[in-house]
T-cell receptor, first 116, second 113 residues
Framework: EAQVTQNPRYLITVTGKKLTVTCSQN?????MSWYRQDPGLGLRQIYY???????DKGDVPEGYKVSRKEKRNFPLILESPSPNQTSLYFC???????????????FGQGTRLTVV | AQRVTQPEKLLSVFKGAPVELKCNYS??????LFWYVQYSRQRLQLLLR??SRESIKGFTADLNKGETSFHLKKPFAQEEDSAMYYC???????????????FGGGTRVLVKP
């Protein structure tokens, strides 16, 4: 079954304690992306990756890092979490063929992070 | 810069009534528009895209380039339509910049019995 898997689903942590949220897809997609979802603000892109070892900032990258060492995995790293990073995070694996209108994003289940 | 605006945060309708979710976008390129839906405790999933011009679960959406809108409509709402709906935009022509899928703020639809 084609899917995007995020872990953990829920996480409560303290300010400054490094954490990693994992994301894995089994669809062999080149494009992956991280979003945070906040009430009234919708989904905002944190980072995206076009392929292995190719990543770039989205709209709200401050305080986050990512890596893409292999195609299937795209972890989100918070080196020193702060309370303003309390949010619902979604990983997306995106099917697209460059130059064609057939984009579709497949989302993970979400990770609800609370930083106290 | 791409921008997607959903002016209504909440739409409350009665079962059987029509529902229209507004979406306006700003982008000078060649946009690809989508509606994504998030049912309670489920992940976001694609509802429909403008290029396919199909009706999904009774919903339709027409891209109006003159008004830069992509409103989502359903003539007779059902209780199972209660969910969070997001309008999204992508530019399929982006080359080196990667895939930027921009979402609106979302509209919560509540269909009352």
């Amino acid at each position: 079954e084609a899917q995007v898997t995020q872990n953990p689903r829920y996480l409560i942590t303290v300010t400054g304690k490094k954490l990693t949220v994992t994301c894995s897809q089994n669809m062999n997609h080149e494009y992956m992306s991280w979003y945070r979802q906040d009430p009234g603000l919708g989904l905002r892109q944190i980072y995206y990756s076009m392929n292995v070892e190719v990543t770039d900032k989205g709209d709200v990258p401050e305080g986050y890092k990512v890596s893409r060492k292999e195609k299937r995995n795209f972890p989100l790293i918070l080196e020193s979490p702060s309370p303003n990073q309390t949010s619902l995070y979604f990983c997306a694996s995106i099917y697209r063929v460059r130059g064609k209108m057939n984009t579709e994003a497949f989302f993970g289940q979400g990770t609800r992070l609370t930083v106290v | 810069a791409q921008r997607v605006t959903q002016p209504e945060k909440l739409l409350s309708v009665f079962k059987g009534a029509p529902v229209e979710l507004k979406c306006n976008y700003s982008y000078s390129g060649s946009p690809e528009l989508f509606w994504y839906v998030q049912y309670s405790r489920q992940r976001l999933q694609l509802l429909l895209r403008h290029i396919s011009r199909e009706s999904i679960k009774g919903f339709t959406a027409d891209l109006n380039k003159g008004e830069t809108s992509f409103h989502l409509k359903k003539p007779f709402a059902q209780e199972e339509d209660s969910a969070m709906y997001y309008c999204a935009l992508s530019d399929h022509r982006i080359k080196a910049a990667g895939n930027k899928l921009t979402f609106g703020g979302g509209t919560r639809v509540l269909v009352k019995p």
